[in-house]
């Protein structure tokens, strides 16, 4: 696992990247960027959860990395969006959504903390492994459902019409979504639910 240092050294510097295209008014720049920041994370975490799958590591442990990549990806969210929007861009929806990812972020963090210590102890809660699969299961089918909305609503062409200025939280949005989805589906896939 990659150190929390380098963790937090690559979501500043992708935030960077993000404010920074936002600042200089390049929304596809900010696109690809958002893009290429959910992939790694994504990509990343599930090499991961591949790695300690062929490793034989517990169940606790295998369930904790996927949170803590859950969360990082809604950490990176709930401060690309307070970043952007109370420096650089207007937008009076910002804050509820980042309250929202900062909650989720925090949630999983958590979650991934309480596992970690489960495994490290040899325990497995029953519960808390069927509490995470069925919180997963939703966060998969939201953020499917987020996609699609963003999709048919037109919200990724935004930045077309300058009196928008929610393009760059609909780039967070759609690719934070993205990886969260496939965070999701791996964990599901890789996961045998006990009977």
Known sequence: MASLFIW???ISLGIAILVISAAIGQPLLHMAAAALI?????????RENHDL?????????????????MGFVWVWG???LLVTYFFILKWHEWFHFFLAFAVAGALCLFIASTLERDAVTGKEDPTMMKVARYLTIAQLVGMVITVIGL???????RYLTPRFTD????NIFFFGAVALAALSANSLMTSKPKS
């Open 38 to 46: 959910s992939i790694v994370i994504a990509l990343i975490a599930i």
């Open 167 to 170: 393009w760059a939280a609909n």
């Open 53 to 69: 799958h062929a490793a034989g590591a517990s169940t606790p442990k295998i369930a904790a990395s996927t949170a803590r990549h």
């Open 151 to 157: 999709l048919v609503d037109g919200k990724m062409t």
């Open 8 to 10: 937090m050294l690559g």
């Open 78 to 80: 709930a401060l690309s």
